[in-house]
């Protein structure tokens, strides 16, 4: 149902404002952002190549006239907002935006666009939503055998509810923050050895997890389930997500309830919001399921994205390193599963919240998600291109992520997400 009423720009479509053919935001993608910048309130924002565009300026100057969007939508914090106009009419917006930006209107458009056209380096990009709740996954098959081979043992890597349901916890949206925000290493308690009583102290295993996530666009009565085959029109779009973890303080504290101090200070987001829409043309099916699904799980149509995903780290004062090369189609449970799981005891979703999937791991070593499984524990440290080795995350270490989508016409990226750790307060 969604692949027929999605909007489908022409791969053959181009722009008149100039980008290169692997830059992250060609006009098929026009994702959605929120900037700010002195002396003007936060406005509503897309892009194409290095230059954001301005879409309350756009509208008030009578340039962008899509229906049932008014200035008030545009003029935000958050895009809360105009998510909640719904599928519709940010679909038109998208194609509206599409037609001023695109080569053969250059003539008509292009002196009344310029004044609301800006330089990406010259803005500063704000938190793209204000997420009333945010709900983190447990969805790669890799990931969660590899914690539980560490943990446990190869044969019970997996616990038995595993790949019967994804796994899930609520936590903390207040402290999801933009790239570029400063990480504080955290504090909590810690049992540094077996049968010892715990210490306070800092974290001295701090992580970094590789997710993407969705925003919620759509929400539902509680009492109402979201079923799998319209779970995606629930979902306006993705972007990147760094669930910051604390390991030690995670292993001390998890059991029997699950993460808390190690995983709710700070978790990143890539500013964009890049629209379901500029993705389906990427969608791939997801690996086999190992055991028969319950009826409200099963799907019979592709529910994977093929976007890659990369992660660097860069000392203080020092060159990146590429630590990790994973993608998003490695997911056993897709988003519409997670979504469908969810919602199934009649859960209520809101307008802006954010569901991410968990750590996302590949099949080889170069695409483990975390340091926890890159360097193996601690045993395996990873050696940066300076010559200094990791274990985990130091002071002063900044983790870069960045995701896209390519084929043989164009790519859709969401940017990056980037943060640096800073010393504990």
Known sequence: M????????????????SYSDDCDFPIQNLPLGIYSKSGQSPRACSIIGNTLIDLFGLYKAGIL?????????????????LLAKGKSTLRNLRKDLSEILRRENESTYRSGCM?????????????????????????????????????????NALLPNWLHLPVGYHGRASSIV????????????????????PEFG????????????????????????ISIKDAEDHIHGLLIFNDWSARDLQ??????????????????ISPWVVDL???????????????????????????????????????ENGEATIVSQSNMKYLYWSMAQQLAHHTVNGCNMEIGDI??????????????????????????????NDGSTRTFIQDGDSVTMHAYAQNEHYRIGFGQVNGTVIAAQ
């Open 2 to 17: 969604l692949m027929q009423q999605a909007l489908l720009l022409p791969p053959d479509l181009k722009s008149w404002i």
């Open 65 to 81: 006239k899509t229906a049932h969007l008014g200035l008030e939508d545009l003029e935000q914090e958050t895009l809360n907002r």
């Open 115 to 155: 004044p609301h056209l800006s330089e990406l380096n010259s803005v500063t990009m704000c938190l793209p939503v204000k997420p009333p709740n945010y709900t983190d996954f447990y969805s790669s098959r890799e990931h969660a055998y590899n914690v539980g081979v560490m943990f446990r043992d190869p044969l």
């Open 178 to 197: 933009v790239s570029g925000t400063p990480v504080v290493r955290p504090k909590g308690q810690m049992q540094l050895k077996d049968g010892e009583a």
């Open 202 to 225: 800092t974290s001295r295993q701090l992580d970094f997890e590789l997710e993407m996530a969705f925003v919620i666009g759509k929400s539902n009565q509680l009492g109402h389930p």
């Open 251 to 268: 292993k001390w504290e998890y059991v029997p309830l699950g993460p808390f101090l190690g995983k709710n200070f700070a978790s990143s």
């Open 277 to 315: 829409d500029a993705l389906q043309v990427f969608k791939v099916s997801g690996p086999s399921p190992e055991k028969p699904l319950l009826e409200y799980l099963k799907s019979d149509k592709p529910s994977n994205y093929n976007i890659q995903l990369e992660v660097s780290i860069t000392p």
């Open 355 to 384: 569901c991410a999937s968990g750590t996302i791991s590949g099949p080889t070593p170069d695409s483990f998600g975390s340091m926890l499984e890159l360097a193996w524990k601690g045993t395996k440290p990873i050696r940066l």
